[in-house]
């Protein structure tokens, strides 16, 4: 039976995709979605998107993120409040990018403690994706998406078959304006600073599964799947 058909359907609870920017956290979660059928709960996409509708979060928070600094946890923490208040997170979700500071975290914790799926409460599965600061950065740069599709790919180990054009829908890659290195050096060190002490909160929690991100996007997957399965047993 293939992944997708021994995992859809099943109630998944609460998971946490914690990493440094450029780990593999949107990539895994997409995959996820596909097996589980549970939203893929990004809080850097629902900036973007607020960003590019204009709307007044959205103002607020572009040059906050082109310079590659964390948004305000109040911000963040009431996007997460309203969408995790919709009906497809009934049976759970995957938080990818988010908490990135122990305040959010801690908010979260009160969250979750609350909520239950299809009539369960579950604690959260935190699965923490390791990957070296050279090999980040190498990711970080040489990350291309399509704005059609969504479809990410790498210059340097996930090329398109044409350059800078996607394989799937033709249309022209873009670069994310945080992706410059400059703004990239300001997420990685936000990263070190606010976001990996989350490694250790969780740990102490009981609730920290740590892979090993840098082999190959089926071996990763694989780990994942195995952590959330040791889990929800
Ligand atoms: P990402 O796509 O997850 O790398 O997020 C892009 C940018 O959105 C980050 O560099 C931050 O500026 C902002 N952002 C996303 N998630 C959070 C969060 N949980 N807390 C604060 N800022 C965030």
Not at 55 to 82: F, H, N, P, Y
Not at 102 to 130: C, H, I, R
Not at 197 to 211: A, D, F, N
Request: charged share 25%; glycine share 8%.
């Amino acid at each position: 039976m293939s992944e997708a058909a021994s995992t859809s359907g099943k109630v998944l609870g609460p998971v946490i995709f914690l990493g440094a920017p450029g780990a593999g956290k949107g990539t895994q979660s997409k995959k996820f979605v596909e097996m589980y059928g549970v939203p893929q709960i990004s809080t850097g996409d629902i900036l973007r998107e607020h960003v590019s509708a204009g709307t007044a979060l959205g103002r607020q928070a572009k040059e906050i993120m082109d310079r590659g600094e964390l948004v305000s946890d109040k911000i963040v923490c009431m996007m997460v409040e309203t969408r995790l208040s919709q009906p497809d997170c009934d049976r759970g979700f995957i938080l990818d990018g988010f908490p990135r500071t122990l305040e959010q975290a801690k908010w979260l914790d009160g969250v979750l403690a609350a909520k239950t799926y299809e009539g369960k409460s579950l604690a959260p599965v935190v699965v923490d994706f390791e990957v070296s600061y050279n090999q980040l950065f190498k990711r970080l740069t040489g990350r291309r998406s399509c704005p059609t599709c969504g479809r990410i790919y790498n210059v340097y180990f996930q090329p398109p078959r044409v350059p800078e054009t996607c394989d799937i829908d033709c249309s022209k890659l873009v670069t994310r304006k945080d992706d410059s290195e400059e703004a990239i050096s300001v997420r990685l060190k936000s990263y070190e600073e606010q976001t990996r002490p989350l490694v250790e909160y969780y740990r102490q929690q009981g609730r920290l599964h740590v892979i090993n991100g840098e082999e190959s996007s089926e071996a990763v997957t694989k780990q994942a799947l195995a952590a959330l399965e040791a889990d929800r047993r």
